[in-house]
T-cell receptor
Framework: SQQGEEDPQALSIQEGENATMNCSYK?????LQWYRQNSGRGLVHLIL?????REKHSGRLRVTLDTSKKSSSLLITASRAADTASYFC???????????FGKGTMLLVSP | DGGITQSPKYLFRKEGQNVTLSCEQN?????MYWYRQDPGQGLRLIYY???????QKGDIAEGYSVSREKKESFPLTVTSAQKNPTAFYLC???????????FGPGTRLTVL
């Protein structure tokens, strides 16, 4: 069963612009993680935010978590063509140890 | 280099045949996972193992089997009972459950 739902399904921007992707989920979580997948490749972990955290930064990435709204957002600032990929949120539900993935947002950054 | 490897990269199977996908890690991780990804979809968990000689079914285990005889290895067998096996299969590992997962490059299985 899908826990996270990303929005939008696809996003097309120009280099230098910011990209924002959102993730909504349904049940209580232990943590929420964001991953990137280049076409036909494995996933790469970007950032993990715990349920008691509200915001985390890593380089050009900023993740927020609102547990009252059961939602998270991933902001990529000053996008580059190399950021073109699919981005997935994944939740670890309270009491469990496995990840549940959403369907992803496909980001296209044009030069 | 530490990492997680999957082989083969591409695999073709005739209907009715069993096929085994390999997954090896040298990260000294206790937990390993198998996921299936269909076009335009997220990942769905097939099986996972948190310790050697133990594994649990995920959301879509029917038609699949696994073994975990060594910490480093977690092979997945796609049996003839799996009705729609054509997909991209991803293996992952983590230090423990619930944390960051490290993924292999994937195996693309096509049933002819």
């Amino acid at each position: 069963s899908q826990q996270g739902e990303e929005d939008p399904q696809a996003l097309s921007i120009q280099e230098g612009e910011n990209a924002t992707m959102n993730c909504s989920y349904k049940t209580s979580i232990n943590n929420l993680q964001w991953y990137r997948q280049n076409s036909g490749r494995g996933l790469v972990h970007l950032i993990l935010i715990r349920s008691n955290e509200r915001e985390k930064h890593s380089g050009r990435l900023r993740v927020t978590l609102d547990t009252s709204k059961k939602s998270s957002s991933l902001l990529i600032t000053a996008s580059r063509a190399a950021d073109t990929a699919s981005y997935f949120c994944a939740t670890v539900n309270s009491g469990y140890s496995t990840l549940t993935f959403g369907k992803g947002t496909m980001l296209l950054v044009s030069p | 280099d530490g990492g997680i490897t999957q082989s083969p990269k591409y695999l073709f199977r005739k209907e009715g045949q069993n096929v085994t996908l390999s997954c090896e890690q040298n990260l000294n991780h206790d937990a390993m996972y198998w996921y299936r990804q269909d076009p335009g979809q997220g990942l769905r968990l097939i099986y996972y193992s948190q310790i050697v000689n133990d594994f649990q079914k995920g959301d879509i285990a029917e038609g699949y089997s696994v073994s975990r005889e060594k910490k480093e290895s977690f092979p997945l067998t796609v049996t003839s009972a799996q009705k729609n096996p054509t997909a991209f299969y991803l293996c992952a590992s983590s230090i423990g459950g619930g944390g960051e997962q490290f993924f292999g490059p994937g195996t693309r299985l096509t049933v002819l």
